[in-house]
């Protein structure tokens, strides 16, 4: 499956993004689906992701603030992100892997990334 992110872009802290990752076929009902990001400098980090069963699931460091969704019909991913701080600069990677939970690392298919830039 080919999965295509877009929607970063630069904002000031407080602001506003959704980023969305269309995918080429009908995976994200059936499939783990998740967003990372990575930082410069630091590794990649599971932001937020829905298990195969339809449940949400957030880091510590963004609940409240980030809601992850999907929309089966159009096979769109999304994480509308809000009160963005300085901290949420990074790249943004999509995920969908063949199980029940997004299990951290290399596994499943990737989008190409989506930089976000929060600024104070």
């Known amino acids: 499956v080919q999965l295509q992110a877009s929607g970063g872009g630069s904002v000031q802290t407080g602001g506003s993004l959704r980023l969305s990752c269309a995918a080429s076929?009908?995976?994200?009902?059936?499939?783990?689906v998740g967003w990372h990001r990575q930082a410069p400098g630091k590794q990649r980090e599971l932001v937020a992701h829905i298990t195969s069963g339809g449940r949400t699931n957030y880091a510590d460091s963004v609940k409240g603030r980030f809601t992850i969704s999907r929309d089966n019909a159009k096979n769109t991913l999304y994480l509308q992100m809000n009160s963005l701080k300085p901290e949420d600069t990074a790249v943004y990677y999509c995920?969908?892997?063949?199980?029940?939970?997004?299990?951290?690392?290399?596994?499943?298919?990737w989008g190409q990334g989506t930089q976000v830039t929060v600024s104070s």
């Open positions: 995920n969908v892997q063949s199980s029940p939970i997004i299990v951290p690392g290399p596994f499943g298919s």
């Open positions: 076929g009908s995976v994200f009902s059936i499939n783990a």
